[in-house]
């Protein structure tokens, strides 16, 4: 039979075409929607609050990444964070968030593989059983092996295995969010509670102090020298400031109850003993706010969520497209089980399936606009993760800036408060001034050394506060 060269050349130059159009397609399908510059935030060249103390000044002890409570110098922290890393329930389920996304991205990533199955049955048939009539009841038992597999000709499977792989790492960061939060939460639970323990001292003091101022009192108003007013005034300041004290002994026993659950323990089998106050207040090197959107563990899920909604429109996009699957099955069948495993009982199978949905009612179209949609959000989301996330930092650079121009002044006011209730006490004892001038003396003191208390553990808490914003430790 002799080939007409013009047929010939007609059926290279159709398949040339069709090769063509293919790759046509399959670039249309596979290109993703362009993510706009504009619409993301860009970081500023440095920090309003960086005054040249928090970019430049390296902390006292240099440590590893992920360390950063060890700046604190405080072994009793260290312990506690390390045991929060290894048993706290917050970071157990997002660590068992990520192990699922991952095993998702294999079962995704799985589609694009042969699938190979095997397979055996047997039925019994009368009348027409595959185009063939069956006069009499028939037994028919058949085993065999089937093969299929699907090409990826317009990246439905890679941008479907690209988005699960995108959500797996969004969950990683996730993770490393939650464990810096628990982190946290630790070292901002144990400070305060140490913040505590120097108040309860203060308080406890303070009521031996007007125990002493009453005592006086009593002893005065025996021998005539003052009324029974002042010993009043005395008794309700003891009974006042016991109260006070009581109070801090609640609020202490609630952080250590939270440090407990922090750590993952039993409160009941949990206790921290009450100790002195001796964390070192580290200065944090801020950097760049440019290293910020690599450092934090939010800002990178937030990427990574928006990177995945991205590729989600490209297999939404795919739908518009044929899917071919390649199939095969090879095996045996016989109407009778003894010459099942027969050469002449031998079966095979193999074909090519391409599937496109020509009316749909808007289905496909519906799922691009759904996945778009998922993206502006996506986006939206991302931006607002950034301008939290420099929020964050201007914060707490501001607030320890006040802070320590704060302490300042308080220490200030302590100074004199104290040298105020040491000139009141001498005139009180040598009968000069009234007793109200001595308890509005002892007063003002202790509510200014309660202040400088405060101002100090704000200062912890801001520093925390700000390793969080900053995503964790430092180089």
């Not at 969004?170 to 969010?177: D, E, H, T």
């Not at 950034?386 to 802070?403: I, M, N, T, Y």
Request: hydrophobic content about 45%.
């Amino acid at each position: 039979m002799t080939i007409n060269p013009r047929a010939k050349s007609r059926s290279r130059s159709w398949g040339l075409s069709l090769f063509f159009m293919v790759a046509l397609l399959a670039g249309c399908a596979t290109s993703l929607p362009k993510i706009e510059s504009d619409k993301l935030p860009q970081p500023p060249a440095a920090f309003k609050e960086g005054d040249g103390r928090w970019t430049q000044a390296p902390p006292t002890e240099a440590q590893p990444r992920g360390a950063w409570w060890k700046a604190f110098a405080d072994p009793v922290l260290d312990d506690l964070v390390e045991r929060a890393n290894r048993s706290n329930t917050s970071i157990q389920v997002a660590a068992a968030r990520l192990a699922q996304a991952r095993a998702f991205v294999r079962a995704t990533d799985a589609d694009r593989s042969p699938q190979i199955g095997v397979g055996a049955s047997a039925t019994r048939a009368q009348g027409i059983v595959g185009g063939v009539a069956v006069a009499t009841p028939r037994n028919i038992v058949a085993t065999g092996i089937d093969f299929s597999y699907e090409v990826d000709l317009f990246g439905r499977l890679s941008h479907a295995t690209e988005a699960a792989t995108l959500d797996a790492q969004a969950q990683a960061s996730l993770l490393q969010s939650a464990r810096l939060l628990v982190q946290a939460q630790v070292a901002q639970t144990y400070l305060a509670l140490r913040a505590l323990d120097a108040e309860r001292a203060l308080v406890r003091s303070t009521v031996g102090a007007y125990r002493e101022t009453l005592t006086l009192t009593e002893r005065r108003w025996r021998a005539g020298d003052v009324a029974e007013l002042e010993v009043a005034r005395a008794s309700t300041e003891v009974a006042a400031t016991e109260s006070d004290a009581l109070a801090l002994d609640r609020q202490r026993a609630e952080l250590e109850h939270a440090l407990a659950v922090l750590v993952g323990e039993v409160v009941s089998s949990f206790s921290l003993p009450v100790a002195e106050w001796n964390s070192a207040l580290p200065v944090i090197p801020a950097g760049l706010p440019s290293t910020l959107l690599t450092r934090r563990p939010d800002v990178s899920a937030a990427q990574q969520g928006m990177l995945a909604a991205q590729a989600r429109v490209g297999v939404a996009k795919a739908a518009y497209f044929p899917r071919v699957a390649l199939t095969g099955t090879a095996g045996y069948a016989s109407t009778d089980l003894s010459d099942l495993l027969q050469w002449s009982s031998r079966a095979w199978l193999l074909g090519a399936i391409a599937s496109l949905p020509v009316f749909d009612g808007g289905r496909r179209k519906a799922g691009i606009e759904s996945a778009s949609a998922q993206l502006e959000g996506d986006v939206a989301r991302y931006r607002e993760q950034v301008l939290v996330a420099f929020k964050d930092v201007e914060d707490q650079l501001s607030g320890l800036r006040l802070l320590s121009e704060q302490a300042e002044a308080q220490g200030r006011a302590v100074q004199s408060s104290s040298r105020s209730t040491a000139l009141s006490d001498v005139r009180y004892r040598s009968g000069y001034v009234s007793q109200l001038d001595l308890l509005d003396a002892q007063r003002s003191e202790l509510r200014n050394r309660r202040q400088a208390l405060q101002v100090r553990s704000a200062q912890y808490q801001s520093a925390v506060a700000l390793v969080r914003a900053l995503g964790g430790g430092w180089d």
